[in-house]
């Protein structure tokens, strides 16, 4: 059946869009990790809709990224509403899977204690109940790793706490914990055929 997006968002491009199948959520937060790599695989999809934290806005633009590039690609929606009415999708069958790539630690705690407090956990937390498969591709994934900033690669030593909230992750119903890019990209296209 078909899924008729109401656009609780005023920057979306079109609210009045008929769907005939359920599209990707695809959710940036305010990590750096491999986010150029991130956003060039997110860039070559089709359907897609994007889900922004005002952190993945900051980090967007620390790295030269222009959201309005983005939005010529694909619908935007941004963390400006308190109640955060996007996440309704999930129970209209508008989406069939859920990604957060890349994700903060701060995101990936607040998902394992089960808080839904932002947009994008929001939609986490809303994902599971609908039974929507999410892909999390976190940015503290080994006690020690290699990660991206705006001047470059760096070294990371991410804490104990950190990477037990990426292990807890793991156990989650319905979520993929994924430890690469290229491993999001496997999961992701394996995702999309096995919709086909």
Request: glycine share 6%; with cysteine.
């Amino acid at each position: 059946m078909p899924v008729v997006l109401t656009g609780e968002q005023p920057n979306y491009p079109n609210p009045n869009i008929l769907m005939d199948k359920p599209r990707l959520a695809w959710a940036i937060t305010g990590s750096g990790h491999y986010i150029q790599e991130c956003l060039a695989f997110l860039l070559t999809l089709d359907a897609v809709d994007l889900y922004i934290s005002p952190a993945g806005e900051e980090v967007l633009r620390m790295y030269g990224i222009d959201l309005k590039d983005i939005r010529e690609k694909m619908p935007v929606y941004r963390d400006k509403a308190a109640s955060a009415p996007p996440v309704g999708h999930f129970y209209k069958g508008y989406y069939h899977t859920f990604v957060m790539a890349p994700t903060t630690s701060n995101t990936v705690a607040k998902c394992v204690l089960g808080i839904a407090d932002t947009l994008v956990t929001n939609l986490y937390s809303q994902a599971g109940k609908c039974r929507v498969p999410s892909i999390v591709y976190p940015c503290d994934i080994a006690p020690e790793m290699e990660t991206t900033a705006p001047g470059g690669k760096v070294m990371v030593y991410p804490r104990k706490i950190d990477l037990e909230g990426t292990h807890k992750l793991r156990g989650f119903e319905y979520t993929t914990v994924v430890e690469s890019v290229d491993e999001l990209i496997h999961q992701v296209n394996a995702r999309l055929a096995a919709l086909t």
